[in-house]
């Protein structure tokens, strides 16, 4: 068997690549929103075909989680991570050059495939470059990145960097992580250990539903659900929902991006809330603090300065408890079926990220009013922070250390 990788040098270049790819995947997922005002005309697109275009890279996602996570257990991280960057790589660029709606959701669709099947090596890849006591901060470290990455996007867009045409945000979205696979291909150095045995796809899901892992399993699954759900409620509804209080689009804008820079400090405080000594009270208090941000952002009025202080806490304490579920997740799992493991979590809550917008949708359809929507998210966040604390206490029996 092969020895741990030495986490003074090594473990701080995987971990570095990591971020880097998290920011790319970050940028790219937000691509779409940032084309879409410059797209629909040009393809004469419905408000119903913009949803089908977004919705189609959402459940490549899914498929992409599934397949990224047995990729990491089958043939190593490193070969996981280059797949899927080539992936999305790929098919971004080919989006630019799409001449049919059929042919933009099918490219968009690719490369969410892509795109998830990135996220469980990252996750994993962060978690095995560094010993166990840091793997909560060093997972939040590359987290942290995915909305690092949207910010950028975002501000691309805002300050019309793209030129205001929209082939030019997939041209960039794709050259960059195909720049950084062969990166990824020939620094990344060893992680963890090598598997005595490769488990197949069968005798993996086995083990994540075995009988001593089954209440870990589903406890994670609804944690990642609730947990997306609300961030891609937030996500999708806050411009519009900040509009409708009275709030400028622009304006609305620039509290989204504030949004994302919150997540980024707000997921390097999830990490080292994971990785204390006893983190069951300070994850708690998380997750507390988070619905505690829905709850003001509720009873702010629509006043631009308040609510891009409001946005930014809001979205520091949303991402922080998104930061501590992904640092929980690759600790759930022996080595042999960590992929497997956290790809289908990942893939359950790419479900929720798709119940959440649907979810705010039929709110306001029944006639709740933007603060009524926030505060619907706060028994949702609690009953996230409910099932991660029971993942927290079964911790250490139910995961082996590397």
Not at 51 to 75: P, Q, V
Not at 112 to 125: K, S
Not at 189 to 204: I, N, Q
Not at 358 to 375: C, E, H, K, N, R
């Amino acid at each position: 068997m092969q020895t741990i990788t030495d986490h003074r040098h090594g473990g701080g270049r995987a971990l570095t690549l990591a971020f880097l790819a998290a920011v790319i995947e970050g940028f790219d997922l937000q691509a779409a929103g940032v084309a879409v005002p410059k797209l629909a005309p040009a393809f004469g697109l419905t408000p119903q075909q913009i949803g089908l275009f977004f919705s189609s890279a959402t459940f490549g996602l899914i498929f992409g989680a599934l397949a990224g996570g047995r990729i990491a257990d089958a043939w190593g991280r490193r070969t996981g991570l280059v797949i899927a960057l080539v992936a999305f790589g790929v098919f971004s660029i080919a989006t630019a050059y799409t001449a049919t709606f059929e042919q933009l959701v099918a490219m968009r669709f690719l490369t969410g495939v892509g795109l998830g099947g990135a996220l469980p090596n990252l996750v994993n890849i962060a978690a095995e470059s560094t010993d166990p006591a840091n793997r909560g901060k060093a997972v939040s470290i590359m987290y942290a990145g995915i909305p690092l990455g949207g910010a950028i996007a975002s501000g691309v867009s805002m300050l019309g960097l793209h030129g205001g045409d929209w082939h030019t945000i997939f041209l960039v979205g794709g050259i960059l992580p195909l720049v950084l696979g062969p990166l990824v291909q020939f620094m990344l150095p060893p992680l963890a250990v090598v598997k005595a045995e490769t488990k197949s796809a069968t005798g993996a899901l086995s083990q994540v539903f075995a009988p001593g892992t089954l209440a870990t399993t589903a406890a994670l699954w609804l944690s990642f659900f609730l947990g997306l759900l609300v961030v891609y409620l937030l996500l999708n509804w806050m411009p519009q929902l900040l509009v409708s209080r009275g709030l400028e689009r622009s304006e609305a804008s620039t509290v989204q991006i504030l949004f994302n820079v919150g997540g980024v400090l707000g997921s390097l405080i999830g990490g080292r809330m994971l990785d204390r000594a006893r983190p069951v009270g300070p994850v708690a208090l998380c997750f507390a603090a988070a619905a505690a941000a829905l709850l003001m952002l509720a009873m702010l009025p629509a006043n631009l300065a308040l609510m891009l202080v409001g946005g930014m806490l809001v979205g520091g304490a949303i991402l922080c408890v998104q930061a501590i579920l992904y640092g929980i997740a690759p600790q759930c799992y022996p080595f042999e079926i960590r992929g497997t493991g956290v790809g289908t979590a990942v893939a359950v809550g790419r479900l929720g990220s798709i119940a959440g917008p649907l979810l705010a949708g039929a709110l306001v359809a029944a006639g709740f009013t933007p603060s009524d929507v926030m505060v619907a998210l706060v028994p949702i966040t609690l009953a996230a922070g409910l099932t991660t604390v029971v993942l927290l206490t079964r911790r250490r029996t139910a995961a082996k250390p590397a």
